[in-house]
């Protein structure tokens, strides 16, 4: 079955500070998505990510995906306060009825 | 509003007493999953449903079972609850499949005793 590994699994960067969260999958992705969670809470769609070399942005966040579609990369420009909270990769299977999480990355901004 | 609606939000009770986790969503959808959140595993599918009446088995579907009798509903029941089904669950649905953007519903911590 499908595996997602993410990178790191925790991050405290200063505000204002740029990173970079990792995706990477065990087999090729067809779809890959960016979630976001506050603690306890449910998860909020960011962006999807299909074709290889993809790129979206939304704000401050922009996501890549490979052109061998089984890593992509998800960055932050000049974090803030806001953007703290657990990113999610989630991938689809490749049959369109199924969902692959990754573990998770537990990001702190510190102020 | 658009949204995916989960009851109760927190529930607490004795291994064996069977539950039922409530998920109703009000945007259409066919596609609807359960999933289970537990500390360094990330989100594991417990079952899904492409349409009324179809569902099956995701990565964990064990002690757990569903239905899909309308399309706005999709109830996780425990038949028997045990202590390692404590963990923080979520509904989710998607217009279509998993090719689409998902709407989660906003979790039911559950703790067995």
């Known amino acids: 079955s499908q595996e997602l590994e993410q990178s790191p699994q925790s991050l405290i960067v200063q505000e204002g500070k740029n990173l970079t969260i990792n995706c990477t999958s065990s087999?090729?992705?067809?779809?890959l998505y960016w979630y976001k969670q506050k603690y306890g809470e449910g998860l909020i769609f960011l962006m999807m990510?299909?074709?290889?070399?993809e790129e979206k942005s939304h704000e401050k966040i922009t996501a890549k995906l490979d052109e061998k579609k089984q890593q992509s990369s998800l960055h932050i420009t000049a974090s803030q306060p806001s953007h703290a909270g657990i990113y999610l990769c989630?991938?689809?299977?490749?049959?369109?009825?199924?969902?692959?999480f990754g573990a998770g990355t537990i990001l702190r901004v510190k102020s | 509003e658009a949204q995916v609606t989960q009851n109760p939000r927190y529930l607490i009770t004795v291994t064996g007493k069977k539950l039922t986790v409530t998920c109703s969503q009000n945007?259409?959808?066919?596609?609807m999953s359960w999933y289970r959140q537990d500390p360094g595993l990330g989100l594991r599918q417990i079952y899904y449903?492409?349409?009324?009446?179809?569902?099956d088995k995701g990565d964990v579907p064990e002690g757990y079972k569903v239905s899909r009798k309308e399309k706005r509903n999709f109830p996780l029941i425990l038949e028997s609850p045990s202590p390692n089904q404590t963990s923080l669950y979520f509904c989710?649905?998607?217009?279509?499949?998993?090719?689409?953007?998902?709407?989660f519903g906003q979790g039911t911590r559950l703790t067995v005793v």
């Open positions: 989710a649905s998607s217009p279509a499949g998993t090719g689409d953007e998902a709407f």
């Open positions: 087999k090729t992705l067809y779809g």
């Open positions: 990510l299909q074709k290889g070399g």
């Open positions: 989630g991938a689809d299977g490749g049959w369109g009825n199924k969902l692959v």
């Open positions: 945007m259409n959808h066919e596609y």
């Open positions: 449903s492409m349409n009324v009446e179809v569902t």
